[in-house]
């Protein structure tokens, strides 16, 4: 089965959507004009003139705007935000502006990739200058036709006037104002007088996503193009050995059946090469045949063989490998205050808890997928990928050739989460057409990701703490993770800081199970084991939970230690705005509470979580959340993935588990494998810190901390602590559900 496609969009009218800004026309389109009853489409669209600005703008005659966003959208928003900031800048009407998505172009954009929630964190000030040295630009240009200092002329709304009151369109003088030279003064706004950043915009593909034109990786289609489905090994530890395809080439459509792999270990011997290149040394089967599905039933009928290369792991040996690492002394110290020993040795009460969660598949709702064309002179890449210059790169290394051969242009994505931050997919639809020189998409099942794809690691974490004299003195953490560790940074989070003698170790066990970066990277689940266990120390210390918080932040807050990462001052800020929104401690008789607080991808957040109990069985109702993440671009956009990211941590937390058997994952498909369902997601009520801060990440900080606020009001309401997640494990050993 063809994926679905408008039959009106080919290859031609795709690459010319997406081209950069590279000289020339563009071919642009009249989107207010198109809305309008009675408008007539021009009879030659290309005959609106779009006029070259710079690497991201370009003005036609008729004072239209279109602005090119650099970074891939997989639904954070950064298509509809990243050009508001620069449409702020330039001074122009939002309604006469039209966004376009940029392919790869490393020079003229640098940091093309949307990965760590830091798209408009390391955008702001590159954005915000465009904007406002293409107005200067235009003014200047402005001021040259009238012959009058430019200082005299203001613009706005893409309107520019003079003290006369004279005015001139943008569209009047782009001609001229891209010939001039670019200022080496210009002014930024003050964000008191932004009239686009901070308002409600809406998603600029929401109108092609609800009516289901063309924008994702499984939609793009060429003609000529060829459809590929690959078999790979059932089970992380074999390799191939043979294969029969006969069936599978008896079928209509089907044109060849071979194998892939040489290339892909010529790369691996090569060492690192990339972050994002996770591929396995077996060879795998790839049918080629004119549709998905022909593909998709051809691979169904293939008997291979395949043998045992390395370990078969199975959960209960993860299990095993990762308390051993708890408990051995291969542990490496990544950050240590004080002088922890003592502090244990003096302490009154010692708390110690372990905390566990399983490997995750990400669960993109648009598998896999990629496009590759692969020809004697250049490789034309299209698809849905997080990271588009390292899959250049890789695929340049892969097949021998220069980058400088290689064209990425990005679809929109539907879901991430990390997983297409990674190449794999890429690489193999690059060496199927390198083989083929011809046209080919590739394109996974559900089964195939959830099997056969990368995880997040499963993850232990043993919690200590030593309390003296009615205060936290002394914490000890110690992380045994499945193919790494926590990176760099995170020692540095809360608590770090707040408590004198503190001590972070971790440890690892490569597994042959691929993993990854999965939304919010380790602190997705760290921040449940620390969050529900201050929540236990709080208990032990008669203390209310958020004020357990508030008193350990103000030790941060005049800190020189330069490792801390977060704010004690925002910290506070954001935990008390949640306090009073969520009228903590003066809610409804049959209502429980549960608090958790935590900073990550520079954002601080902190949510109260509301739960209900009926037959015994504990309701999530509402989630509260504050958040600080600094100048809020878009908020509706903004509350779009704090939403999201509350349902995505609730829903993991609760019912999120994989295994494994004999290298084998056990569950293939969402009909085995549990999310939450509409009718069990809560209300969620986002509230944000007012400040004039730079803006920070939002596509993860919301899930940490969603967890840690579930489980302590489970607490609350049943007198049950959570270790482990999925959290329905806990609570049907203890008979609360079922």
């Known amino acids: 089965m063809n994926s679905p496609i408008n039959s009106n969009f080919s290859r031609r009218n795709f690459l010319r959507a997406t081209a950069l800004a590279s000289g020339g026309v563009l071919i642009g389109f009249n989107f207010i004009a198109a809305c309008k009853i009675d408008t007539k489409m021009p009879v030659d669209i290309e005959s609106l003139n779009f006029n070259d600005f710079n690497a991201y703008i370009k003005i036609s005659d008729e004072g239209f705007v279109t602005i090119f966003s650099p970074n891939p959208e997989i639904g954070q928003g950064v298509k509809t935000s990243m050009p508001m900031i620069i449409a702020e800048e330039l001074d122009v009407d939002w309604n006469k502006v039209s966004v376009v998505q940029a392919g790869l172009n490393t020079k003229k954009f640098k940091g093309q990739m949307a990965g760590g929630s830091q798209s408009i964190r390391s955008n702001w000030n590159v954005l915000r200058q465009t904007g406002a040295t293409a107005k200067q630009m235009l003014i200047n240009a402005a001021a040259q036709k009238w012959n009058v200092d430019s200082s005299t ?106 194998t892939i792999g040489e290339k892909a270990r010529n790369f691996l011997s090569k060492g690192y090469v990339s972050w994002t290149a996770i591929l396995s040394e077996s060879d795998k089967i790839v049918v080629v045949s004119t549709s998905t599905w022909a593909a998709l039933k051809a691979k169904k009928t293939i008997k291979a063989q395949w043998k045992q290369a390395t370990e078969l792991e199975s959960s209960a040996f993860h299990d095993k490998k990762l308390m051993s690492l708890l408990e051995g002394d291969t542990l490496k110290v990544v950050r240590e205050d004080g002088n922890i020993n003592d502090a244990f040795q003096q302490a009154d009460t010692i708390i110690e808890r372990t905390y566990h969660s399983p490997f995750l598949p990400h669960n993109c709702l648009e598998p896999m997928n990629f496009y590759a064309n692969v020809t004697a002179d250049k490789i034309e890449l299209v698809g849905p990928t997080q990271t588009p210059e390292e899959v250049s790169k890789a695929v340049a290394i892969l097949l021998g050739r220069k980058v400088e051969e290689i064209s990425v242009e990005m679809t929109r994505m539907g879901g991430g989460f990390g997983r297409r931050l990674y190449s794999d997919f890429a690489l193999e639809v690059a060496e199927i057409s390198d083989k083929l020189r011809k046209p080919v998409k590739m394109v996974s099942t559900r089964e195939d990701d959830m099997t056969t794809g990368v995880y997040k690691p499963s993850v232990k974490y043993r919690i200590k703490a030593a309390i003296k004299d009615g205060k936290i003195v002394g914490y000890s953490l110690k992380e045994a993770a499945m193919n790494g560790n926590m990176y760099g940074s995170i020692p540095n989070f809360f608590p770090a800081g707040c408590i004198p003698n503190y001590k972070v170790e971790v440890a690892s066990y490569k597994s042959n199970v691929t993993t990854g970066a999965w939304r919010a990277p380790y602190t997705n689940f760290l921040a449940f084991a620390e969050q529900a266990f201050f929540d236990e120390l709080a208990t032990e210390m008669k203390i209310d939970p958020i004020q357990l918080r508030l008193d350990l932040v103000q030790n941060v807050k005049n800190t020189t230690d330069k490792r801390i990462q977060y704010s004690g001052q925002r910290m506070e800020d954001t935990i008390k705005l949640v306090k009073e929104k969520s009228r903590w401690g003066n809610v409804s008789k049959g209502i429980y509470q549960g608090f958790a607080a935590y900073y990550s991808h520079n954002t601080h957040v902190a949510e109260v979580a509301e739960i209900e109990l009926k037959d015994g069985f504990p309701i999530i109702k509402k989630i509260t959340v504050a958040v600080d993440c600094g100048v809020v671009i878009n908020p509706s956009g903004a509350r779009n993935q704090v939403e999201g990211g509350v349902i995505d941590g609730i829903g993991h937390a609760m019912f999120g588990d994989f295994s494994f058997k004999n290298g084998k994952p056990d569950f293939k498909n969402f009909d085995t494998y549990r999310l939450i369902r509409m009718q069990e997601t809560p209300k969620v009520v986002v509230h944000f810190v007012q400040n004039e801060l730079s803006p920070s990440g939002l596509g993860e900080p919301g899930l940490p901390p969603a967890g840690g606020a579930v489980a302590n009001a489970i607490n609350a309401a049943l007198g049950e602590r959570i270790y482990q997640q999925p959290f329905v494990k806990e609570l049907k050993k203890s008979s609360v559900l079922g």
Do not use: W
Request: aromatic share 8%; hydrophobic share 45%; net charge neutral.
């Open 153 to 258: 002329c203001t613009a706005s709304k893409g309107i520019i006037s003079n003290a006369k009151g004279e005015t001139l369109d943008y569209g009047d003088v782009v001609k001229l104002a891209a010939t001039l030279p670019i200022p080496e003064k210009f002014t930024l706004k003050e964000i008191k007088n932004f009239q686009i950043i901070g308002k409600e915009i809406v998603n600029v593909d929401i109108d092609k996503i609800i009516t289901g034109k063309p924008l994702f990786g499984l939609d793009f289609k060429t003609e000529g193009m060829l459809y590929a489905a690959v078999v790979r090994p059932p089970a992380f530890g074999q390799t191939l050995v043979s294969f029969d395809a006969s069936e599978a080439k008896s079928i209509s459509g089907v044109l060849d059946v071979f």
